[in-house]
């Protein structure tokens, strides 16, 4: 029997009752136009599971309409939102803590001139959907983290830089588990997602003017977009696999 289990840290999905697609997308970082290009083209239904891995903020001139378009969301279909380390530093930042001129410097200037250029103009609900973002999100066949995990380490006891600060180098081993990680945070400037056995990067740097990427977890297909809108699908990730 598949058991689903829920708690404040992570989430696993039960997939023996799921009945639509799960479509994962690398770092957004402000890119609404990208986003918005392919969510126009998945046209996703309440069926549908959509997995956000994070840093949907900052970089790009959209961080406000991004969040916007998220929150919409949930009146469509299955929204899971991953914290990655930009939601973090500014969730710091927004309160003056440490991470504050960093933050600024890495992305958050472009995060707040979005919503007009002053911290009390980012509406509560954002703040809130940020906050409550998952640490992680796993189904039976595959694991979902901002950063990386650490191959044969429970979830729930992965640190917080390990989950949305580290970075992964294309060496790491497979989980013993069998299920595949995927991640974003470790921008490929390359545009191509980092694919080798057992891991999935899909930040393909997108707010440096590359693609935005999205795939769906069961067939591999990949949707992208540009900031500028341009759209490309029919690619799947067995074309960057690295043997």
């Not at 299955?78 to 001129?101: A, R, V, Y």
């Amino acid at each position: 029997m598949v058991r689903a289990h829920f708690n404040t840290c992570g989430r696993m999905m039960d997939q023996s009752t799921q009945k639509g697609r799960t479509i994962a997308i690398g770092d957004i970082h402000g890119c609404d136009v990208a986003l918005g290009t392919i969510l126009y083209h998945l046209e996703l239904t309440r069926e549908d599971t959509f997995i956000c891995l994070g840093d949907a903020v900052d970089r790009g001139p959209g961080t406000k309409h991004v969040i916007e378009i998220l929150l919409d969301l949930k009146a469509s279909c299955k929204l899971i939102m991953i914290k990655g380390n930009h939601e973090e530093m500014m969730l710091d930042g927004l309160q003056g803590g440490h991470w504050e001129s960093i933050w600024l410097q890495h992305g958050g200037k472009e995060a707040i001139d979005s919503y007009g250029g002053r911290y009390d103009l980012i509406p509560e609900e954002h703040r809130i959907f940020m906050a409550t973002a998952l640490d992680y999100y796993e189904t039976e066949t595959d694991i979902f983290v901002h950063a990386t995990a650490v191959p044969g380490v429970p979830l729930e006891d992965l640190t917080k830089q390990e989950l949305r600060w580290d970075r992964i180098t294309g060496q790491e081993a497979p989980d013993p588990s069998g299920r595949r990680i995927i991640c974003g945070h470790t921008a490929q400037k390359s545009g191509k997602p980092l694919v080798y056995e057992g891991w999935a990067c899909l930040d393909t740097a997108a707010y440096r003017g590359n693609y935005l990427t999205a795939i769906d977890v069961h067939t591999n297909e990949l949707f992208q977009a540009k900031q500028s809108g341009k759209y490309r699908d029919g690619k799947t990730l067995e074309r960057y696999l690295i043997k």
